[in-house]
């Protein structure tokens, strides 16, 4: 039998593979995350007819198509899920599937939470990384399932310092007096109005202040009771710039609180952190600009959500936001020797480099985009143009079967 008959047949073969993985692509042309494969064609091995400077080499047809995922970047696309995560760059998600406990890569972000609050994957497997615990975020461990505080409280901080931006009138008269309401929280999230009273002292540019809490908040019959008195006023230079106190008031104390919380100790912040004051004297009237303080009433978690760089972060009704978990990225150097295992995940090969597992954006790991998705890479116009050019090699093979038969039927008819 002719030889062409089997390196036609070979190269029918190759083309109705590679017509397959052009198929495969276009189903997945909407599948988040899917990377298209490519068929690439290799010769076999030659066959010399003859000896010498005369001989001529005849191949034997085409060899079993070798399918290759490009890991190109896909499109990053906003979408509305609040769990949601796109990887841009060099990097996988890793995931975890439970009942098989094996540990899988995938680049496909559409995360959601289970009855549990398990993070997991479209199709269910676990999504690792860190979780809090205890109150902390650790990233320098081992990585394990992402379990989220669904309906959890934050617990109550009590204020230990507060800040207050003003100016006080530099026009005022001695005796004249300034308010300033700060409202604290106690280690059991009760609110508490402390008053802080500055008062123009008979001396220039020297103001006394002192701090009040209502009398019923410390068991108190009076309508006021004066927890903090100043020994040192506040002095200002001729150009109105806070000069004393030289450095911010500590000791102010409330104890004995009506609602059974531990004494407070909290500290009047009158410097910023790079030491401008936050307190000016000018002939303006006084007034406060921005106030603030450290403490927290107890909240409760209103809401999660994926933030950039893979961080997971949680948000209280008291409108506190907290980091609580962090998802971990594996790089791996040669990813088209990943094995493709469906649901958008892959395993690792006999041949894929170790992954080097860490945060987003760091050791070469690209970055997380939170609320978005990446797009499939399948290019429709390529597979179509694709699909053309392998369906035209089919119909020439099949043409060289159909001439190979009709030679060898002239052949046999030659005894005739």
Same mark, same amino acid.
């Given at each position: *039998? ?8 070979? /190269? ?8 397959? +993985? ?7 042309? !909407? ?29 034997? $047809?085409?060899?079993?198509?070798? +399918? ?5 970047? $896909?499109? &990053? ?9 796109? *990887? ?10 439970? $009942? ?29 990384? @860190? ?58 999230? +009760?609110?508490? &109005? ?12 020297? @103001? ?5 809490? =209502? /009398? ?32 911010? +008031?500590?000791? &102010?104390?409330?104890? /004995? ?10 500290? @009047? ?36 959500? *994926? ?47 170790? =992954? ?29 143009? !694709?699909?053309?050019? *392998?369906?035209? /090699? ?6 060289? &079967? ?15």
């Amino acid at each position: *039998m002719p030889t062409s008959f089997s390196t036609a047949l070979s /190269g029918l073969n190759a083309h109705a593979a590679a017509i397959d +993985v052009i198929g495969n692509n276009l189903a997945n042309l !909407n599948t988040t995350g899917y990377k298209a494969n490519v068929a690439s064609f290799r010769d076999l091995v030659a066959q010399s007819l003859g000896a010498g400077a005369g001989s001529t080499e005849v191949g034997l $047809g085409t060899a079993p198509t070798r +399918v290759t995922r490009q890991f190109r970047q $896909g499109a &990053i696309q906003t979408s509305g899920g609040s769990m949601d995560a796109a *990887m841009q760059g060099d990097g996988f998600f890793i995931v975890r599937d439970a $009942g098989q406990n094996s540990r899988l890569y995938t680049r496909a972000g559409n995360f959601n939470v289970d009855a549990t609050g398990n993070l997991v994957s479209g199709t269910g497997e676990r999504v690792q990384g @860190w979780s809090e615990r205890n109150g902390t975020l650790d990233t320098t461990g081992l990585i394990s399932d992402i379990v989220l505080p669904i309906g959890a409280l934050q617990a109550a901080a009590a204020t230990t310092s507060f800040t207050v931006d003003a100016n006080l009138n530099a026009a005022a008269q001695a005796g004249d007096s300034f308010s300033a309401p700060i409202e604290t929280f106690d280690s059991l999230g +009760v609110g508490h &109005i402390l008053t802080l009273t500055m008062t123009r002292a008979a001396t220039p540019n020297e @103001w006394d202040y002192e701090v009040t809490i =209502p /009398g019923a908040e410390v068991g108190s019959p009076n309508p006021t009771v004066t927890v903090f008195t100043s020994t040192t006023p506040l002095t200002f230079s001729t150009q109105g710039r806070l000069t004393a106190p030289a450095a911010n +008031v500590a000791g &102010i104390s409330v104890t /004995g609180l009506a609602s059974g919380a531990a004494d407070l100790g909290i500290t @009047w912040e009158l410097y910023a952190p790079d030491g401008t004051p936050r307190v000016t004297q000018f002939a303006r009237p006084s007034a406060v600009s921005a106030n603030s303080q450290n403490g927290t009433a107890a909240a409760q978690l209103v809401k999660v959500a *994926m933030a950039n760089d893979g961080k997971i972060v949680a948000q209280f009704s008291s409108g506190a936001q907290r980091t609580v978990a962090q998802l971990a990225v594996a790089a791996i150097r040669n990813p088209h020797s990943l094995a493709a295992v469906g649901n958008n995940n892959f395993l690792l090969g006999p041949e894929t480099a170790l =992954p080097a597992i860490g945060l987003a954006d760091t050791g070469g790991r690209g970055k997380v985009q939170g609320g978005a998705l990446e797009s499939s890479t399948v290019d429709i116009a390529q597979e179509f143009t !694709n699909l053309i050019i *392998m369906q035209r /090699g089919y119909q020439a093979n099949s043409r060289v &079967i159909t001439t190979t038969d009709e030679l060898s039927q002239e052949t046999i008819n030659l005894k005739r």
